[in-house]
């Protein structure tokens, strides 16, 4: 291409001869000619060698960009990789000697709560509030990440997510919620795992192990702050991606006039199954019944299943060797609900 075997066959000539030269015991070609040789062949080529010098520094010039490039890619994953560090909260096992009695069943959370919260995620950190209802299935995130404000409400009852990033709160882009409902008041399924510090605060730790019926895997640290229990530090892995939330200024209450402005498709009458379990080791309850505003089911099959219009309702459930539970509920389109039951 760029007349390098040319170039190449008359140095390698030169060359030849000399060593033909001293094989006959003739005088070896002199430095000066055998430079000759090789400047003449160099003279001949030198428009080639001048298309050579061009391909060097274009070859030069690449290796400058690719070194650029993965300079400035070993910079982002490390800056990536910082920020991420940062933003994990500090979690240390409690020392035996400092370990209060294991209680003896999972704590019931506040069912609907708004707090500070600091996420870390695969693509950054992000800061900003939360707002969840477990008894209107809803929950709103407004936060921002790497300097963009984003907000995202999701209405599990409807299957629907409205979410904004251009940072107007107002140009809500609708789409189906793929997501399950990820309940934040320590599923009926966790398992109690031991005892934690986090942030210097001490926390029980509940564990969602991968199973059938969960799709993601979750560790819950909730504190006894001020006589009420505390969601303190989220950590869950869902499809290999693994995100930390670290709740702050954690409080009770939802201001819902943060969900009125969305506009959702009107439900009737939808099947609403009721899933009961034990509170301290997640095993199915199969017996027992569940009452919705009077309505009677009977348990079976760890669950009840009942066809009623879009509502607020009372729902109470009993099951032998438990403790009853009362709680109000709010259907507004097809659902399902866990009901954890303490052990008397």
């Known amino acids: 291409m760029f007349g390098f075997k040319k170039l190449f066959n008359k140095v390698g000539s030169a060359v030849q001869t000399n060593n033909q030269n001293l094989q006959r015991n003739q005088q070896p070609l002199s430095l000066g000619s055998f430079t000759a ?10 428009s080639h060698l ?21 300079s400035g890619i070993k910079e982002n994953v490390e800056e990536t990789v910082k920020a991420q560090t ?3 909260a500090t979690v240390v096992p409690v020392p035996a000697s400092e370990k209060i009695a294991d209680p003896d069943y999972i704590p019931l959370l506040p069912t609907e709560f708004t707090a500070t919260i600091k996420m870390t995620t695969p ?14 299935l809803v929950e709103r995130t407004d936060v921002t990440v790497l300097g963009a404000p984003t907000s995202t409400a999701k209405f599990y009852g409807h299957g629907l997510e409205f979410s904004c990033t251009d940072g107007s709160g107002s140009n809500y882009e609708q789409k189906e919620l793929n997501a399950h409902m990820v309940s934040y008041n ?3 399924l966790a398992v109690y795992a031991g005892q934690f510090y986090v942030e210097g ?26 006589n009420c229990w505390t969601l303190r530090y989220l950590d869950y892995t869902t499809l290999g991606m693994k995100t930390s939330v670290l709740f702050e200024d954690f409080r009770a209450g939802v201001d819902y006039n943060l969900f009125q402005s969305f506009n959702l498709p009107e439900v009737q009458t939808v099947e609403y199954p009721v899933r009961v379990r034990n509170g301290m080791n997640g095993h199915k309850i199969d017996n027992g019944v569940v009452r919705i505003n009077g309505l009677e089911m009977p348990i079976t099959s760890s669950k009840a299943v009942f066809t009623l219009d879009k509502g607020e309702y009372t729902l109470s459930v009993e099951a032998e060797g438990y403790e009853p539970r009362t709680q109000q509920i709010f259907i507004g389109g097809p659902q399902s609900l866990l009901i954890c039951l303490k052990p008397f």
Request: charged share 20%; net charge negative.
């Open 86 to 88: 940062e933003g994990l």
């Open 186 to 188: 320590v599923p009926c």
């Open 37 to 46: 040789g090789v400047v003449g062949a160099v003279a001949d080529d030198k």
């Open 50 to 70: 001048g298309q050579m010098a061009k391909f060097g520094s274009d070859i030069y010039r690449a290796k400058n960009h690719v070194t650029g490039t993965v």
């Open 123 to 136: 693509v950054g950190i992000a800061k900003g509030s939360m707002y969840v209802s477990d008894t209107y």
């Open 201 to 226: 605060q001490l926390c029980f730790m509940y564990e969602l192990p991968v199973s059938e019926e969960v799709l993601f895997s979750a560790k819950y640290y909730v504190a006894y702050i001020n």
